[in-house]
Every structure is written in C-alpha cells, then in structure tokens.
C-alpha cells in the first residue's frame, strides 16, 4: 500500500477540526481540551452522557432531543509541544447553552510553581453564546516529566466544572 503524506496531513487536519467543534459544542473531550466539561443548571455534570451532557438524546412525548443547558467549557492550550520555562497562552473556552446572557467565574492553579498562577476572573458569555479568555503563563522548569494546571468555571447557579490541564515538558 502506497502512502500519501498530503492524505494523511489532510485526515489529521480533519480530525483535529471535528474535534474542536465538538469540544465547542460541548460534547465530551478532545485532545487539546483533554478536560471538557458540561454541566446543566440543575447542577448536573456529565461528559456528553448522563446528566448535563449535551449528546443525550430522547425523552418523552415522541423522542425530541435534549438539549443542553448551562454552561459546558474547559481550558486548552494551542500547542502542545512545549518544554520546562516556555510561556505560553491558557485558553478558556466556555459555551452557553441558556436563552440569557451568564457570567462565570473561572480559577486556574497549579502546585507545579507555573508562572502567572493562581489567576482568576470573570468571563461573560452570550446568550447561546461562546466567549473565550485567554492566560498568559510560564511553565516551570525541567523536562521530561508531566505538570498539570486545575482550572474551575462557576456559574452564577448550578455546580462548579473543573479539570485538569496535564501538559509533558519536553526539552525542544
């Protein structure tokens, strides 16, 4: 079998795109948010399953879908190729799924001495909107090994989502 690296340079680049709009959307993880949450304002969290996610179908009275409700997020970074002393940009990226404008509240730390953290804020969101924010950190020294940065969205009602942003430095 012949390999076509354009073909395979385009199926990657294709993957990463559906992943991405589906992490914008809210619906379970994907590599580069590797900790995306959903949460509905009844304070529900799922994964895109039971709960708060947003890729449940059914329900009663003639099998109309579910939509999801609150807010779903998580915090990526655009790279992840870096090495121990880079700076580099978090990003939040948090969807709202209600018919009213939110703002959330969102808290990024790290016990691995990242520069720039604890860092915590405000994010306002659209209704039915998507906002994002970005942070500015450097990461601590060292390579090969792995940190981690925790980060948590509050909504105004409903439960916090948090996850884990584990990132390896690398020694470029």
């Keep these: 079998m012949k390999k076509h690296p354009a073909a395979l340079s385009l199926l990657a680049f294709a993957l990463v795109a559906i992943t991405l709009v589906g992490s ?5 993880k994907s590599p580069t948010s590797p900790s995306s949450r ?5 304070g529900a ?3 895109g399953g ?3 996610g947003s890729d449940t179908s059914g329900g009663g009275g003639g099998g109309d879908p579910v939509l999801p409700t609150g807010i779903s997020g998580g915090v990526y970074v655009s790279d992840s190729l870096v090495a121990g002393g880079d700076a580099i940009d978090l990003t939040m990226l948090v969807t709202n ?3 009213t404008a939110v703002t959330v509240h969102w808290r990024i730390t790290s016990t691995d001495g990242w520069g720039g953290l604890p860092a915590e804020g405000t994010i ?3 209704a039915s909107g998507v906002a994002s924010k970005a ?3 450097t990461l601590p020294a060292g390579s090969g090994r792995t940190t981690s940065a ?5 909504p105004p009602s409903g439960s916090p989502i948090e996850g884990d942003l584990p990132l390896w430095l690398s020694s470029h």
Excluded: I
């Design 97 to 99: 799924h209600d018919a």
């Design 124 to 126: 306002d969101v659209a």
């Design 135 to 137: 942070v500015h950190v």
């Design 24 to 28: 914008l959307a809210g619906c379970g």
């Design 45 to 47: 969290l799922g994964d």
């Design 38 to 42: 959903t949460a509905a304002t009844h």
């Design 50 to 52: 039971g709960g708060g």
């Design 150 to 154: 925790h980060w948590v969205l509050t």
